[in-house]
């Protein structure tokens, strides 16, 4: 058996989430059943550096398995791209030692998400970014975001359905920027918790509308509640910028 480390992107609009579940068409899914083909019936399970929801995208999702084939990488991305559908596509692969894990040896991930400036919706970009028709404070968003990066407990910033229970995260750095009309945020940090980034992006948001003060983001820290948060920003305007590994 090889261990085969793959980078993929796919457009999440027709998927409900990365992981696999009964009766729902999934990232994970969909890459098995082309792999088990692969393996004329052999089924092969996937793992990856994380999950993402309904209709979150990737650019730099991380993916592993392992297969007896013996076919050269360049072989491989042909074979697997000519029978992906056409919303997910492999970008790179090449074998690794059997010790790699995707999930277990990242060491860090970027996210980015995209807000739609636009005076109206632009029905071409409805599943791609979040249109929001409010005009922003920079200037009090960025005096936000001085609480949220370093070392913190970020329970309040996560679903009430996460499951972990060391919510103790690092964001490294964040940051946002206009690109065209569209409203660029960007998060590197060593891990997410569930929702963490759309929660992240749904308060930054209420701030830049003035409904919270910049300085509320320490108070929802120390709170470690999530009710305290603001809304969760749309999956659809998110993406798995990138993962890291050492």
Not at 12 to 25: A, I
Not at 31 to 53: F, N, W, Y
Not at 82 to 89: F, G, K, V
Not at 126 to 139: I, Q, W
Request: charged share 25%; hydrophobic share 35%.
């Amino acid at each position: 058996m090889g261990r085969l480390k793959c980078k993929i992107m796919y457009d999440g609009t027709h998927f409900f989430g990365y992981q696999v579940q009964p009766e729902k068409r999934t990232v994970q899914g969909v890459i098995e059943g082309v792999l088990t083909q692969l393996h004329k019936g052999a089924p092969v399970r996937i793992s990856a550096s994380g999950r993402t929801d309904a209709h979150v995208h990737a650019r730099g999702q991380i993916i592993h398995f392992d297969s007896p084939l013996q076919i050269p990488e360049e072989n491989w991305l042909r074979a697997l791209n000519a029978m992906l559908p056409e919303d997910i596509s492999v970008v790179h692969i090449e074998r690794v030692h059997s010790s790699f894990h995707s999930r277990f040896d990242a060491s860090g991930k970027e996210y980015r998400y995209f807000v739609n400036l636009g005076k109206t919706r632009d029905p071409f970009r409805r599943n791609y970014s979040y249109h929001t028709g409010y005009r922003l404070d920079y200037a009090a968003m960025r005096e936000s975001l001085q609480y949220l990066i370093g070392t913190h407990d970020f329970t309040s910033f996560c679903s009430a359905k996460t499951e972990v229970e060391d919510r103790v995260r690092t964001i490294s750095e964040i940051e946002f920027f206009e690109c065209d009309d569209e409203l660029v945020f960007r998060f590197v940090g060593n891990g997410f918790l569930y929702n963490m980034v759309r929660i992240l992006v749904g308060t930054i948001l209420e701030v830049g509308t003035g409904r919270k003060h910049a300085s509320v983001m320490k108070e929802i820290l120390e709170k470690k509640d999530r009710s305290y948060a603001g809304k969760t920003a749309p999956g659809h305007g998110l993406y798995l910028w990138e993962v890291f590994y050492n």
